[in-house]
């Protein structure tokens, strides 16, 4: 009877990969596929190179337990529970309805946040099973992380046919979404029917798939919450492949490591230990061009796109300052160079408390609200694909003394109502708390099944155009409004635009004016390693 038992478990939603059978687990209506490799092990001589497909396995794999996460020193979000870390991590998981006629399903492909250091595919915040009880199928993927997803380094880049390196992690979603198109309809999914949706540095991910030519046609639809790459990345040398070479060259000297083949045989453990700021790198190759540049050119995948951010995402990078109308710039001036700060910042108004909502609304334009507005107004005004805007101003009830309590609508915040999991965090949720996460877990399937996100019993949902701006608030209220007060985003858009207009026109020029610029915007570096800050949001 035992052996029955198990033969029978083993053959739940069986399916034939390229690379052999997978078995399933039925958990209520819903399948699962736990830990399935999508690449190679990016071990030894496969550390810092191009992911590998996965190896063909005999018999059936029983997919019925997450995979290990990727290396790292932390969570993400930063109250998730530690997993176990492998370097051996590139797996992915997938959710699908259990009826068996369901056929040709929308998929929905997540990158996690945790800006590029931490995260994981298996958190139970991400469990797909809410969305594919709509009739999609989700994929949660894992990717390298920290400096083994994101070293560049010269004699990686030599070794490489192209003449790059960095932006592993970033292959390692191209590869699971490669993965997703082959084998995607064995699991009765339509591959021509592909969303990926990201948060935070997973929507930055996405910014950058969207132009990158080696994830064209991957995918049809995005959506990306809280989190983009529309900075002018060419003016801080770090971003650039030259620039990354060279800080890949003193991590490998922090290390004590003269060559590539030595930092290849130091344990895992050891390299975590050493400090790195990972960031994606225009390398020429997977990302050609900064995201800006290709979108204001054209050369960006068409697609429709839903985008948004958090009425409160500056809340966390203020958390236990002390800030009031006379230390205000000075404390603005701790997190961005000065001369952003005069060109910028707002007046801190007549009270501290005034100064402090201030202070908190400049570090949400200067880190997300701008990115977010700038890729819907780009691809609005291209006028070659639709774009849906929000704004999730719904305060989560947390209580005196919680982590996040004071935050409002903070980052990663809309994330629960997402994904359908409230009761994961034993809070007082209200009737509209619940109400909400129904419509944005509607909007978002609907999303994936036809480009758009509204439907039956929905408040609609206006397309984001740049004259009017329309976009729709989900909180305290569900409705389109108006997008809101953009004069500090104006004023980065100047100074942004007038920063390209200098590189581009008077690169090499000595000129005093140039380089006070040049110096306000090089502190963009500082003002992007917000993707490790914003995972303690």
Known sequence: MLLW??????????????????????????LVYKGVPFARPPVGELRWRAPVPAEPWPGVRQADRFAPVCMQSGTYPPDAAAEPTSEDCLYL??????????????????????????????????????????????????????????????????????HSSGNYGLLDQIAALRWVQRNIAAFGGDPSRVTVFGQSSGAISISALTTSPLARGLFQRAIAESGALF????????????????????FAKRAGSGSIETLRRLPADQLLQIGFDPHLIVDGHVLPEPPYDAYHSGRQQDMPLLVGFNRDEGSSFIAGRTITR???????????PDLLVKLAAPDPGDTDEAARNAAAMFHRDMRFRWDMWTWAWLVSNAGRARVFLYEFARVPPYRPGDRYFGWGAGHSMEMPYVFGHLDLQPLAWSAEDRQLSDMMVAYWTNFAKTGNPNGPSLPEWPAFESKTQRTMQLGERITQTAFGDTTTLRRLDRIYGAARFLQEHYRGLIVGVVLLLLAALFALARRMRRRRASRKA
């Open 5 to 30: 038992v198990t033969a029978a478990c083993a053959q739940v939603g069986l399916v034939r990969l390229d690379t052999g059978m997978l078995g399933g687990v039925a958990e209520n209506d819903v």
């Open 93 to 162: 998981n997938l959710w699908r309805p259990a009826d068996p006629a369901a056929d040709k399903l929308p998929v929905m492909v997540w990158i996690y946040g945790g800006g590029l250091e931490n995260g994981s595919s298996s958190t139970p915040l991400y469990a797909g099973d809410r969305l594919a009880r709509q009739g999609v199928i989700v994929v949660t993927l894992n990717y390298r992380l920290g400096v083994f997803g994101f070293l560049a380094h010269p004699e990686l880049s030599d070794e490489s046919p192209y």
């Open 231 to 250: 900075e002018p990345m060419s003016l801080s040398d770090d971003f650039m492949l030259h620039g990354a070479e060279q800080a890949g060259q003193r």
């Open 326 to 336: 006379e230390n205000f710039r000075h404390e603005l001036g701790r997190s961005f």
